[in-house]
């Protein structure tokens, strides 16, 4: 399984990291990939990580109406919904693609996003388009 | 490939968690095995000084052209960092930060962990490998004036400090002035004279009965208006400080007064009860801290001073008494301090009872005459904060930097918090809070404004004009030049990327975060591996 979770700067980094710190398990097959904004994040992206092979990804974004960049993650919002249409649309189910708000500091909602799109794999199964090594 | 052996890649000996999940050997041979990887060094505890002369040492060494640094996700390093690099000569946008500990180490089992490592590694020397000099630019600041937020005896020292170290200090207050709490009566007279001192200085400027209502620019560049009624005073300054009081009347149910009441009486003239319970918690859902605890302790403390046959309880979720604190709470327990320790918050039962639930002896009931806490409201930090830019924690109190490293700084350059601004803290503790922050904002003022680095460009040739990077920046940075094409001046643009994930034109990229570097570790990531 291969999830990818983009985290922003303001809000999903710091929450991974007070996750690490407190020795919070999730699966390791969440890798993550940083952001200096969820607003920076292209449905190019969202659909290139699909034809790479991987199953799931999601986006780690402030709360709104918090949001550092002020309306980032509104963007970002816009954004997942585009991408979560073309999957629809592809067949691949749009529930691949997920967007969470969370506050820096609430590290069991970084936890319990990555559990979430972990247990969306397992129900929806492995990306068709996934190269196995 | 003509990128082959252009990354360096450094390993932190802690990199690895402690105890050691990962080996950190294990990961400087997988490193060696990359493409695009030259040399590879192991350096000990590269964030201390000792480690960023090896780290220096490697930069200048020349044999790579970029760098990653697999260590720990503390988002300070990363600044140590590209410091060091700085110095070293090298474009600081060109080092890159893999964290293995926080997000691998810390978190996963053993052949996990490197696997996961290992991948980590891979996507960051993928991106690093893209990177390009990012542009910067210093500029003096414009403005080196400090301006304090708050009415507090914090901000009284604080200004008091930062006059004395001759910077220029506006103070922003919501009443007529400073203020001293009650809790602070014993050093009225030294504050009143410190108040009247500044209030002769040519160098510090008030404003009372006001509120910030708008900032823009940043360290060494604010403008802040400040509303005075229906007077708009427009501020330019070059840090600003949130040093607020605590409010002095915190909403509590009757049965359980704040602290500061206990602290008032022990230092006034009010009548003590005969046995006290406290409360010591920081608000977060029955959560404790170290300044929370020692402030509950210390009441107590001086409770049994004035009270020897008096009791007093402690009941807290944790004892939190680090280094010297230790033995000031042995000493505690000596004078008859009880401490507690319970599950969950302790609830009233009748009019003097508290059930509490300890992890040995179950459920207790203690019986005393008067019950406290440490918790005080918040001010209207959350609107400050809205203001300021400045992200909140979800539950409505402000996020630092680096709680424990540099505990001043709130993640937006150029603003600083005293550690103790919304809290009601004790004389020392503030003493110490504005000399740490006066340090701070004299160190930031005499430095030069960075400008530049995470920034966007723009290319010209594939700009049509079509404004939306104009419409949807929230900060108004982009505009259209004399060559009708769109220009994002580095000197406004804050980096966030919104812009460039819209252009249509995909004229814009963004320098650190570019769309093939971004694409790059997403491959790694998503194949599980680059090769």
């Known amino acids: 399984m291969r999830i990818i979770g983009f985290i922003c700067e303001h809000a999903g980094l710091p929450a991974a990291v007070l996750a690490g710190e407190r020795g919070m398990q999730y699966s390791s097959d969440v890798l993550l990939v940083r952001l200096p904004c969820s607003g920076r994040v292209d449905v190019v992206h969202l659909l290139r990580a699909f034809r790479d092979g991987a199953d799931a990804v999601f986006l780690a974004a402030c709360l709104e109406k918090n949001c550092h960049h002020i309306y980032g993650n509104l963007e970002a919002r816009k ?21 969470f708000n969370l506050a820096s500091n609430q590290a069991f909602k970084f936890r319990e996003a990555a559990e979430e799109m972990v247990r969306r794999v397992e129900r929806i199964g492995p990306n068709p388009l996934g190269v196995r090594k | 490939m003509n990128d082959k052996g252009r990354v360096g890649v450094v390993i932190c000996t802690w990199a690895g968690g402690n105890p050691r999940t990962l080996d950190v050997n294990s990961l400087a041979e997988h490193a060696k095995t990359m493409d695009r990887v030259g040399p590879v060094e192991i350096i000990d505890r590269i964030c201390s000084p000792v480690g ?110 930062l006059r004395g170290q001759g910077i220029e200090v506006a103070q922003i207050a919501e009443g007529s002035g400073f203020m001293i709490p009650d809790r602070l009566e014993k050093q009225r007279q030294a504050l009143e004279e410190d108040i009247k001192r500044l209030h ?53 149910t009757s049965a359980l007064a704040p602290v500061s009441d206990l602290e008032s009486i022990l230092v006034g003239s009010g009548t003590l009860p005969m046995s006290i319970v406290v ?94 806490t440490t918790h005080q409201a918040e001010h209207d ?57 006066s340090s701070r904002v004299a160190e930031a003022l005499l430095g030069q404004e960075m400008l530049g680095g995470i920034v966007t460009k723009v290319d010209q040739e594939k700009c049509s004009a079509c404004l939306t990077c104009v419409r949807s920046c929230p900060y108004s940075a982009p505009f259209i030049g004399d060559k009708g094409k769109a220009e994002i001046p580095i000197e406004d643009c804050q980096g966030c990327g919104i812009c460039v994930s819209l252009c249509p034109s995909k004229a814009i990229d963004l320098y650190h975060y570019s769309d093939s570097q971004i694409g790059a570790s997403v491959r790694v990531a998503a194949r599980g591996g680059g090769r």
């Open chain 1, 79 to 99: 954004r997942v919904d585009q991408a979560k249409r073309i999957l629809d649309d592809l067949g691949l189910d749009g529930q691949r693609v997920e967007l």
């Open chain 2, 52 to 161: 960023q002369n090896k780290l220096a040492a490697f930069f200048r060494s020349g044999k790579a052209e970029c760098f990653v640094i697999v260590a720990c996700s503390a988002f300070s390093k990363e600044t140590i960092f590209r410091d060091v690099a700085r110095d070293s000569g090298i474009n600081p946008y060109m080092v890159e930060l893999a964290d293995v500990r926080e997000q691998s180490a810390y978190v996963h089992t053993h052949d996990k962990a490197l696997e996961k490592a290992h991948l980590i590694i891979e996507m960051a020397v993928a991106r690093s490998s893209l990177a390009e000099e990012a542009p910067i630019k210093f500029r003096q600041l414009r403005s080196k004036r400090a301006l304090i937020i708050g009415d507090g005896a914090c901000a009284l020292i604080l200004a008091t400090h």
């Open chain 2, 200 to 252: 002769e200085d040519p160098g510090f400027a008030a404003f009372a009965h006001s509120k910030v209502t708008h900032l823009v620019g940043r360290l060494g560049n604010f403008s802040a208006l400040i509303s005075s009624g229906r007077v708009t005073h427009a501020v330019d300054c070059g840090v600003i400080v949130l040093a607020n009081e605590a409010p002095a009347n915190s909403p509590q």
């Open chain 2, 279 to 372: 409360l010591a918690e920081n608000g977060h859902e029955w959560g404790v801290d170290a300044g929370a605890f020692v402030r509950g302790m210390r009441a107590a403390m001086d409770f049994k001073n004035k009270r020897p046959n008096g009791k007093a309880y402690i009941i807290s979720r944790d004892i939190v008494s680090p280094g010297r604190r230790e033995s000031e709470q042995r000493m505690a327990q000596d004078m008859g301090v009880v401490f507690f320790r319970s599950e969950e918050r302790p609830r009233l039962v009748g009019a003097t009872d508290w059930v509490l639930n300890d992890q040995t002896l179950g459920d207790i009931t203690i019986e005393a005459e008067a019950a406290y």
């Open chain 2, 381 to 437: 930090s959350e609107r400050i904060a809205k203001v300021l830019g400045l992200p909140l924690a979800a539950d409505g109190t402000l996020t630092t930097l680096e709680p424990r490293l540099r505990p001043e700084e709130t993640m937006r350059r150029g603003i600083f918090v005293c550690s103790s601004a919304f809290k009601a803290s004790p004389l020392e503790t503030m003493v110490t809070d504005a000399l740490s922050v």
